[in-house]
């Protein structure tokens, strides 16, 4: 059975730097790009961040770049998501999602199985 579980959301401050954790079970990282996206109140979700497990490419949306960090430990069967400096506007539910492919899909329609998500809230 394929999960996907994040952690380490919560209350931050603005220019805090949480890591947030996504724990795959069920099938092996080594096959699947991971990605990290996230949704704010009226606002559709976007993707923030992706990482293949072909040659560990990564990607990030404009709005991170520089600021956030995917990372993967295959051993742990996790993939990670360093979120540095960060602004009130980062506020959302952050999902994790697998693709079925090794690379980082175009496309959100293409991951194929979900985390239940996690909220973060930056504010003083």
């Known amino acids: 059975q394929v999960q996907l579980v994040e952690s380490g959301g919560g209350l931050v401050q603005p220019g805090g730097s949480p890591r947030l954790s996504c724990a795959a079970s069920?099938?092996?990282?080594?096959?699947?790009?991971i990605g990290w996206f996230r949704q704010a109140p009226g606002k559709e979700r976007e993707g923030v961040s992706c990482?293949?497990?072909?040659?560990?490419?990564?990607f990030y949306a404009d709005s991170v770049k520089g600021r956030f960090t995917i990372s993967r430990d295959n051993a742990k069967n996790t993939v990670y998501l360093q979120m540095n400096s960060l602004k009130p506007e980062d506020t959302a539910v952050y999902y994790c999602?697998?693709?079925?492919?090794?690379?980082?899909?175009?496309?959100?329609?293409?991951?194929?199985?979900w985390g239940q998500g996690i909220q973060v809230t930056v504010s003083s």
């Open positions: 990482i293949s497990s072909s040659d560990g490419s990564t």
């Open positions: 999602a697998r693709s079925p492919y090794r690379n980082c899909p175009r496309r959100r329609r293409e991951y194929d199985y």
């Open positions: 069920g099938f092996t990282l080594d096959y699947h790009a």
